[in-house]
């Protein structure tokens, strides 16, 4: 069965609430999935996975130190991980407060990682993103991705 890990980072419970819903997308497709905050992942853990979703609290501007640690930790899977599938989602205190450059900037690594990354037109281009505590558009959008992480896994299963 295909493996998907969602991991984040949350201090508020609000990027929490997100990596759940996109991991209950990811299962609505048969797809195993494990959901670990950032503090307890192991850049290991990366190389059995089919897909991997990271998302942070955006802290002026970019991902939070704790989640920015652990991509720099995967430096020594370099080249390892090229063709699984990215996503990344993030959270933030105010409108405009950062949460496409925080998509992107986690994005930026798993492209340089080699992995795909499924962009779409009419739910959140680069990844859900959520002001202050999602409310239920935005956890509909995320268990949304998440479906769409999971159906794109099965595709290049076949």
Do not use: Q, R, W
């Given at each position: 069965m295909p493996i998907a890990l969602v991991i984040?980072?949350?201090?508020?419970?609000?990027?929490?609430k997100m990596a759940e819903a996109i991991s209950e997308?990811?299962?609505?497709?048969?797809v195993s999935v494990t959901l670990i905050d950032?503090?307890?992942?192991?850049?290991?853990?990366?190389?059995?996975?089919?897909?991997?979703?990271l998302g942070s609290p955006t802290y002026?501007?970019?991902?939070?130190?704790?989640m920015k640690r652990f991509i720099d930790d995967t430096v020594k899977l370099h080249g390892k991980l090229q063709g699984k599938i990215g996503g990344a989602f993030?959270?933030?205190g105010m409108l405009g407060g950062g949460n496409e450059t925080t998509v992107m900037s986690i994005l930026e690594a798993l492209l340089i990682h080699g992995m795909i990354v499924h962009g779409h037109s009419r739910i959140a281009h680069y990844g859900?993103?959520?002001?202050?505590?999602?409310?239920t558009k935005a956890i509909e959008e995320c268990s949304k991705y998440?479906?769409?992480?999971?159906?794109?896994?099965?595709?290049?299963a076949k």
């Open positions: 984040y980072h949350s201090k508020s419970g609000h990027t929490k997308g990811i299962c609505k497709t048969e950032v503090a307890d992942a192991k850049v290991d853990d990366l190389l059995n996975a089919d897909a991997i979703v002026y501007g970019t991902m939070a130190a704790e993030s959270s933030s859900p993103i959520a002001v202050g505590d999602p409310d998440g479906n769409m992480i999971g159906e794109l896994i099965l595709k290049l």
